[in-house]
């Protein structure tokens, strides 16, 4: 087998899909008593501790305003924190240590028309690539590769004007997954998406995590995504005020009120069955729940 089929799926190389056990022992990130406000106005985050081991997929929520995505600006010095200390992939963020954080940390934004650089599809995926210094024939491969993981591989000579906002987040996805970081954050990235877009989404990113060579930190409303994820931090005012499952999180009605979410309704008919004494657990989406349905046919 040559090098070119030794691909995963995601373009990494068979020999190098695993953490090896010193990198997999080092958090992604490490937030200690983190505190940080914009010039003039009050804090928007306040003292936030907590710890993300390799490999971990964590949705952050809260309702808007609550500092979500400030907290994602801070994770790779987009921000720089007032107080406290933060660790990303084993650096301390600090002005010298900040070229390196960056390869490490892949950022897809809300509004994909911010990340936007080529005059193409195909240029602005090879963009980041290029600044790799990678060779031409693996830029090439890279590029057919994530088009094609996401769909826009016949938009490659379109100008990103020219694209849908679902086309628009895809090209994002796929320019800053061509790039492989450790650590992914998704602000808001499925928030342009339709309903089959961001299943589709929320089926790569679950792909992704069983690999166990990114670590995930996704912003999102998505009850679906947040299902999908092993860990939520709920934020409220710039603190942490819920660090749950995505379980536990929508069985408490109170901290999805603080945190302006709705359970989904799959979690909503599980509770009904509980309640009449027809117990299912947990359940990640809508598919798992008719399964078991299912069974008593």
């Known amino acids: 087998m040559d090098r070119a089929e030794m691909h995963n799926k995601f373009g990494f190389l068979e020999s190098d899909r695993h953490l090896s056990q010193e990198e997999q022992q080092i958090p992604a990130l490490?937030?200690?008593?983190?505190?940080?406000?914009?010039?003039?106005?009050?804090?928007?985050?306040?003292?936030?501790?907590?710890?993300?081991?390799?490999?971990?997929?964590?949705?952050?929520?809260?309702?808007?305003?609550?500092?979500?995505?400030?907290?994602?600006?801070?994770?790779?010095?987009?921000?720089?924190?007032?107080?406290?200390l933060i660790v990303t992939a084993g650096m301390e963020l600090k002005p010298d240590y900040?070229?390196?954080?960056?390869?490490?940390?892949?950022?897809?934004?809300?509004?994909?028309?911010?990340?936007?650089?080529?005059?193409?599809?195909?240029?602005?995926?090879?963009?980041?690539?290029?600044?790799?210094?990678?060779?031409?024939?693996?830029?090439?491969?890279?590029?057919?590769?994530?088009?094609?993981?996401?769909g826009v591989s016949h938009l490659l000579k379109r100008h990103p004007s020219e694209l849908s906002g679902g086309q628009k987040q895809r090209v994002a996805l796929a320019s800053v997954l061509a790039m492989e970081p450790e650590i992914l954050v998704l602000d808001e990235a499925s928030s342009?998406?339709?309903?089959?877009?961001?299943?589709?989404?929320?089926?790569?990113?679950?792909?992704?995590?069983?690999?166990?060579?990114?670590?995930?930190?996704?912003i999102t409303h998505d009850a679906d995504e947040i299902m999908a994820s092993e860990r939520v931090l709920a934020l409220r005012e710039g603190a942490i005020i819920g660090d749950v499952s995505p379980d536990e999180l929508f069985r408490d009605e109170e901290l999805l009120s603080r945190c302006s979410l709705e359970a989904p309704f799959a979690r909503k008919l599980v509770q009904e069955l509980e309640a009449r004494g027809l117990t299912k657990g947990q359940v990640r989406d809508e598919q798992e729940l008719m399964d078991f349905l299912w069974s008593f046919n």
Not at 192 to 213: I, N, P, V
Request: proline share 4%; with cysteine; aromatic share 8%.
């Open 98 to 150: 900040l070229p390196a954080i960056r390869r490490k940390v892949g950022m897809v934004f809300q509004n994909p028309d911010n990340q936007f650089v080529g005059s193409t599809v195909e240029e602005d995926i090879a963009f980041g690539l290029e600044g790799m210094c990678l060779p031409a024939q693996e830029i090439r491969k890279k590029v057919d590769l994530y088009a094609e993981q996401f």
């Open 192 to 218: 342009m998406l339709d309903e089959q877009a961001r299943r589709d989404l929320t089926e790569t990113l679950q792909e992704m995590h069983c690999e166990g060579r990114y670590t995930i930190l996704s």
């Open 30 to 84: 490490t937030f200690k008593e983190v505190s940080f406000s914009y010039h003039g106005q009050l804090s928007n985050i306040q003292s936030v501790s907590f710890t993300v081991p390799q490999g971990q997929w964590v949705t952050i929520v809260g309702s808007n305003g609550s500092g979500k995505s400030t907290l994602a600006r801070l994770f790779n010095g987009l921000l720089m924190p007032d107080e406290g």
